[in-house]
């Protein structure tokens, strides 16, 4: 089973409206990494977040870490139509292998 | 600036027919996975190699595929005999050290007829 799981599945909105992107893990982690996916291409590596940091920015970026509740969210500000694509958030596990939840898959309507 | 490269970057064949994808991890990065992304399936690990060394592909079906690393700017996925589910995008990536980001390549989209 995914180690990442993120919610919602998709999300559509208004340019220039934020979008936020939650993820929920299962076990402890000592970092957890966010990735964008355009249609077509490789995923990017937007932001790494520890598990000693509780939010991290990064431009128009902001992820928050609750090791508590094992969960983590991607806000995206003042969205562009440029932010269609999807997001996947990504744990190591014992090995320090990623694993990929299944994504959300972002629309954003100009 | 520095990518990962892979190719092809597409690949349509028949089945039964062995497929190589090869990939140029970013120079200095000591440590090269592969995935698969399928729609069904996401994105799955297959296999990864540090130092060239490989270190877990239990995420491969090893009748059938095979990954190597013959120096340490080149990697390879090999599928042989290659089946209609193999049909998906394969992503090599790279990373310095153990606790950073993940480099991928554009990818190569097998189809297999």
């Known amino acids: 089973s995914q180690q990442g799981e993120e919610d919602p599945q998709a999300l559509s909105i208004q340019e220039g409206e934020n979008a936020t992107m939650n993820c929920s893990y299962k076990?402890?982690?000592?970092?957890l990494q966010w990735y964008r996916q355009n249609s077509g291409r490789g995923l990017v590596h937007l932001i790494l977040?520890?598990?000693?940091?509780r939010e991290k920015h990064s431009g128009r970026l902001r992820v928050t870490l609750d090791t508590s509740k094992k969960s983590s969210s991607l806000l995206i500000t003042a969205s562009r139509a440029a932010d269609t694509a999807s997001y996947f958030c990504a744990t190591p596990n014992a090995g320090n292998m990623l694993t990929f939840g299944g994504g959300t898959r972002l629309m954003v309507k100009p | 600036d520095a990518r990962v490269t892979q190719t092809p970057r597409d690949k349509v064949t028949e089945m039964g027919q062995e497929v190589t994808m090869r990939c140029q991890p970013i120079?200095?990065?000591?440590?090269v996975f592969w995935y698969r992304q399928t729609m069904m399936q996401g994105l799955e690990l297959l296999a990864y190699f540090r130092n060239r060394a490989p270190l877990d592909d239990s995420g491969m079906p090893k009748d059938r595929f095979s990954a190597e690393m013959p120096d340490a700017t080149l990697a390879t996925l090999k599928i042989q005999p290659s089946e209609p589910r193999d049909s998906a995008v394969y992503f090599c990536?790279?990373?310095?050290?153990?606790?950073?980001?993940?480099?991928f390549g554009p990818g190569t989209r097998l189809t297999v007829l």
């Open positions: 990536a790279s990373r310095e050290g153990s606790y950073n980001e993940q480099f």
């Open positions: 076990t402890s982690i000592n970092n």
């Open positions: 977040i520890r598990s000693n940091e």
């Open positions: 120079l200095g990065h000591n440590t």
